[in-house]
C-alpha cells in the first residue's frame, strides 16, 4: 500500500519560491506516475504537474510554466515541485498523487497549505 506525505509548504511573498517534497512508502514507488494538483478555495482540484516513472516525461500547466518544476528521487521515494516566480493565485491545498497500475491518480497525499501574499 503506498501512503503519500507532502512537506513543504507555508507562506512566502509574491516571488519567492517554495520547494514542495512528497514521500512514498512502499517499494514500488519507482513504477508509477506521479502528479501534483492544487485546490484553491471555491475552485476544483487542477492538475498542475506530473512526471512518468523515470522522470523522462514531465507535464505542466500552462498556468504555471516556466515557473514550476516537477523532479523525482526514486531511490529517496520522493517527488519535488520546485515553485520559482510565485504569485497570490498560487494559493491553495497542494496534493501530491499516484497513479497506480495505470488506473488513474488513485492514490493522494493529506495535502499542503501553500499561501502568497503580495
Known amino acids: 500500500q503506498v501512503q503519500l506525505v507532502e512537506s513543504g509548504g507555508g507562506l512566502a511573498l509574491a516571488g519567492a519560491s517554495l520547494r514542495l517534497a512528497c514521500a512514498a512508502s512502499?517499494?514500488?514507488?519507482?513504477?508509477?506516475?506521479m502528479g501534483w494538483f492544487r485546490q484553491a478555495p471555491g475552485k476544483e482540484r487542477e492538475l498542475v504537474a506530473s512526471?512518468?516513472?523515470?522522470?523522462?516525461?514531465?507535464y505542466s500547466s500552462d498556468s504555471v510554466k516556466e515557473r514550476f518544476t516537477i523532479s523525482r528521487e526514486n531511490v529517496k521515494n520522493t517527488v519535488y515541485l520546485q515553485m520559482d516566480s510565485l504569485k497570490p493565485e498560487d494559493t491553495a491545498v497542494y496534493y501530491c498523487?499516484?497513479?497506480?497500475?495505470?488506473?488513474?491518480?488513485?492514490?493522494w497525499g493529506q495535502g499542503t497549505q501553500v499561501t502568497v501574499s503580495s
Open positions: 498523487a499516484a497513479d497506480i497500475n495505470g488506473l488513474g491518480w488513485n492514490r
Open positions: 512502499g517499494r514500488t514507488f519507482a513504477r508509477y506516475p
Open positions: 512526471i512518468t516513472w523515470n522522470g523522462a516525461i514531465t
